[in-house]
């Protein structure tokens, strides 16, 4: 199922992402993902749906991805 974000998280996300790829060219997606979630707790976004946004984002930003394994994923 396609979910559709709302405008001011998808805005959120995307500030999240680029400060982190600021800091760092490794992103911890369900870190991001979490701390958002949080901000917008009454948008009830499952968590999956949050971290495949912050992925996406993530990789086009050429980072690479920290998983909750801490397992590491390169762009391909």
Do not use: H
């Amino acid at each position: 199922m396609l979910i559709t974000l709302s405008d001011p998280m998808r805005r959120d996300i995307e500030a999240a992402v680029r400060l982190r790829a600021a800091q760092s060219r490794v992103v911890d997606v369900f870190g991001v993902a979490e701390e958002v979630q949080l901000r917008f707790v009454d948008d009830n976004v499952a968590l999956e749906d949050i971290a495949a946004v912050v992925a996406r984002l993530a990789t086009q930003s050429g980072c690479a991805l920290e998983l909750d394994s801490g397992e590491m994923l390169s762009e391909i």
